[in-house]
């Protein structure tokens, strides 16, 4: 395992030409957005942008999710991404028949757990958010997913996300890094979360790193950890008994499945991995594998463990998988330091002020 890494990680410092070329390109375009040469559009409404500076998982979904849940109605509320790694174009809300395919599997499962919540995707969010108003007009809220370099739409208050193990003020413009944006972009952030944080993260680690970091004198930085939910039977609402101490297949497509295969090697006899690409759409010789390396274990007390995102792709293999024990469960942020409240009352604040403007 220790050799791939060395040679993508040689691979990478190679291609540090194309990483200037490509930093190069960056600061342009956010050198004359900075300059008013490209305009940013603002919108009668609150618009709060969750993202990052990186590409990978940061936990960015389960953040909108946890958003959803401490907002208000969802009903009043719509969500709108990009739609990433989904095989339609342009502009989609979700309906009740949509697909993962139509949609992309992150608001798919967003819209499957608040279904009176509107979820749209579109690549130009600049043209889908005046649609997004026009089909759902009594939306006064809109959660823009993955858009902190989307810098065409100016949202109100912008939540940017880093990790833990690979804070932006460490790392470098794609390819050599996973930089998509330059480091001082965050300085568009009202709030800075470090996710993915040990649950063991100290007060004194806290500090070292939001020195690091060197927020602005408006910004905040909090930490968070990431917990897993209970797991629960594939298909069914209610929570089943864990797999904990059983032998388990873990199951994903994931960027980051670090968290959830520590967990794993904590709580778990033993366990088998089957790893498939970040987003990847099953096919039925996927399905095939899968039931082939549940065979193998030859242990009927084995279960199947995957996680919600990776569920909602498994779908449309529902009936061919329905004799399989397939648990799933997911990722959700614990705020760390007893300081959630703080980002919450950054949040209400953020959303009185608006409706001050609003009917002033």
């Given amino acids: 395992?220790?050799?791939?890494?060395?040679?993508?990680?040689?691979?990478?410092?190679?291609?540090?030409?194309?990483?200037?070329?490509?930093?190069?390109?960056?600061?342009?375009?956010?050198?004359?957005?900075?300059?008013?040469?490209?305009?940013?559009?603002?919108?009668?409404?609150?618009?709060?942008?969750?993202?990052?500076?990186?590409?990978?998982?940061?936990?960015?979904?389960?953040?909108?999710?946890?958003?959803?849940?401490?907002?208000?109605?969802?009903?009043?509320?719509?969500?709108?991404?990009?739609?990433?790694?989904?095989?339609?174009?342009?502009?989609?809300?979700?309906?009740?028949?949509?697909?993962?395919?139509?949609?992309?599997?992150?608001?798919?499962?967003?819209?499957?757990?608040?279904?009176?919540?509107?979820v749209a995707v579109c690549e130009q969010r600049l043209l889908a958010i005046p649609q997004l108003l026009q089909d759902r007009p009594n939306v006064n809220c809109i959660l823009l997913d993955d858009a902190h370099q989307h810098r065409s739409i100016h949202p109100g208050f912008h939540i940017l996300l880093t990790d833990y193990q690979n804070l932006f003020t460490r790392d470098f413009f794609m390819p050599t890094g996973d930089l998509r944006d330059e480091r001082r972009s965050y300085r568009r952030a009202d709030v800075i979360v470090v996710t993915k944080c040990p649950a063991t993260t100290t007060v004194q680690e806290a500090a070292a790193i939001r020195q690091e970091i060197d927020p602005l004198p408006h910004q905040q930085v909090f930490f968070t950890s990431q917990v897993l939910e209970k797991p629960r039977q594939w298909h069914k609402p209610q929570y089943s008994r864990s797999p904990l101490k059983q032998e388990v297949l873990l199951v994903t497509?994931?960027?980051?499945?670090?968290?959830?295969?520590?967990?794993?090697?904590?709580?778990?006899?033993?366990?088998?991995?089957?790893?498939?690409?970040?987003?990847?759409l099953f096919n039925i010789n996927d399905i095939r594998e899968i039931r082939d390396q549940y065979r193998k274990l030859q242990n009927p007390d084995a279960w199947i463990l995957t996680t919600a995102k990776d569920a909602v792709r498994l779908l449309p293999f529902a009936q061919e998988m329905q004799d399989l024990p397939v648990y799933v469960t997911d990722y959700e942020h614990q705020f760390l330091f007893e300081e959630e409240i703080i980002f919450q009352q950054r949040i209400q604040h953020f959303l009185s002020q608006q409706k001050i403007r609003a009917h002033g």
């Fill in 253 to 280: 497509g994931i960027a980051n499945p670090t968290i959830l295969k520590s967990w794993m090697e904590e709580e778990t006899a033993s366990y088998h991995f089957l790893p498939f690409p970040d987003h990847h």
């Fill in 1 to 118: 395992m220790l050799f791939p890494k060395i040679f993508l990680r040689s691979f990478r410092l190679l291609l540090f030409p194309v990483s200037l070329l490509y930093g190069i390109g960056i600061f342009l375009r956010n050198w004359m957005y900075d300059k008013n040469i490209l305009r940013s559009a603002s919108f009668g409404l609150p618009l709060i942008s969750v993202g990052n500076l990186a590409v990978g998982g940061t936990g960015k979904s389960p953040f909108v999710q946890y958003l959803v849940n401490r907002i208000g109605d969802p009903k009043t509320l719509a969500v709108l991404s990009r739609g990433y790694k989904r095989r339609s174009k342009g502009y989609r809300l979700a309906q009740p028949d949509s697909t993962v395919a139509e949609l992309g599997d992150e608001a798919l499962l967003l819209y499957q757990r608040y279904p009176d919540l509107s």
